[in-house]
C-alpha cells in the first residue's frame, strides 16, 4: 500500500519508440525524484489497444459505457484517476501530437465535458528535431485545463540525433525548470481560486446546461449530481467581488445565448 505523502505520477508517453521522449520523461523523472518520494510509472500507449473514434458521440450525449469500442480506454482512464499527478509527452509530429496521443486524447474526449481531476497536477513534455513544438505544449495545457488537472507549464525540447553534449545540457536545464514547477504543483494542498477566464468557461457550460434541462443529456445529470448548477465554481473557493459580479454577468450570458437558441 502506498503511504499518504507518496504522490502517484504517471507518464503517458505517445511516441512509438523509446528514445528522445522517453529519455527526456527519464530525466524529468529523476529529478522529481530528487525533491521527494515519487511513485512514477510509464504508460507507453503504443502498448495499449486504443480503436480509433468512431465520432458518433454517445461519450458526449449518453455517457461513456455506450461507447462501442471494446479497447483499452478504461484501463488507461484508471490510470488517470489513480495518479497525483500526470505528465502528458509526445514528439512533435507534423506540428502536432502522434496519433497513438491523439487517438487517446480523442478516446477521453467526454472528460473535457465533464472535469473530474481537480486536485491533481498536470504537466506536459513535448520532444522535436527543429521547430513548431511549443504550440503543442500549449494545446496540451489546454487539454489538461479542461480535463480539471491543476497544470504546470510544460516543456519544448529541441535536438536533432544525433544528441550533441551541449543540447543535452540545455535539455536537461529545462527538464529541471520543468520538473520543479511541476512538484510545487502536486504538493500543493490549497485548491487555487479560478482565474477569470476559468470562471467564464465553467459559469458558460454549467448555466447553458442548467437551462437546457435535458435528464436524457448525461452532460446535464453529471453538473445537476455534481451540484454545480447552484456552486460557485467546480469546487469550492471564496470568490471576491469582482469574480462574483463577472460570475453572475457569465450567468446572465450563457442565459440569454442558451434561450435564443431554443427561442424560449
Ligand atoms: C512523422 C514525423 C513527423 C515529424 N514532424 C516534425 C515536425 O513537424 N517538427 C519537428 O521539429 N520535428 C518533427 N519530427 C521529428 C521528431 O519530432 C523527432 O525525431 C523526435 O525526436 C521524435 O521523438 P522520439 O525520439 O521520442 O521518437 C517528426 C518526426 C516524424 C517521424
Redesign the pocket.
Known amino acids: 500500500m502506498k503511504s499518504e505523502q507518496v504522490k502517484k505520477v504517471t507518464a503517458f ?1 505517445g ?10 520523461v527519464r530525466e524529468f523523472e529523476k529529478y522529481l525524484r530528487s525533491y521527494g518520494e515519487i511513485d512514477f510509472e510509464y504508460v507507453f500507449l503504443k502498448d495499449y489497444n486504443l480503436e480509433r473514434c468512431k465520432g458518433c458521440k454517445l461519450c458526449f450525449d449518453k455517457g461513456e459505457e455506450y461507447c462501442s469500442l471494446k479497447d483499452d480506454r478504461d484501463l488507461l482512464l484508471n490510470k488517470l484517476d489513480n495518479s497525483d499527478g500526470v505528465i502528458f ?8 501530437v ?1 496519433a497513438l496521443m491523439k487517438n487517446f486524447l480523442d478516446q477521453i474526449a467526454f472528460v473535457l465535458h465533464r472535469p473530474r481531476y481537480f486536485s491533481k497536477a498536470f504537466t506536459a513534455i ?8 511549443e504550440s503543442i505544449v500549449k494545446y496540451l495545457e489546454t487539454i489538461g485545463e479542461r480535463l480539471g488537472f491543476h497544470v504546470a507549464k510544460g516543456c519544448c525540447l ?4 544525433p544528441i550533441t553534449e551541449i543540447e543535452k545540457k540545455k535539455i536537461a536545464q529545462k527538464i529541471n525548470k520543468a520538473s520543479a514547477r511541476f512538484y510545487k504543483k502536486l504538493m500543493r494542498h490549497v485548491l487555487p481560486t479560478p482565474s477569470l477566464s476559468k470562471l467564464m468557461i465553467f459559469r458558460l457550460f454549467r448555466t447553458s446546461y442548467r437551462t437546457i434541462t435535458d435528464e436524457k443529456f448525461r452532460d446535464y445529470r453529471y453538473f445537476r449530481e455534481k451540484g454545480w448548477f447552484e456552486s460557485d465554481y467546480y469546487y469550492y473557493v471564496q470568490l471576491g467581488f469582482v469574480k462574483k459580479m463577472a460570475g453572475r454577468f457569465f450567468d446572465f450570458l450563457a442565459q440569454w445565448i442558451a434561450k435564443r437558441k431554443l427561442r424560449i
Open positions: 508517453i511516441s512509438p519508440r523509446k528514445q528522445g521522449t522517453y529519455g527526456a509527452a509526445t514528439p512533435n509530429y507534423a506540428f502536432n502522434t513535448v520532444f522535436q528535431g527543429i521547430y513548431g513544438g529541441t535536438a536533432l540525433e
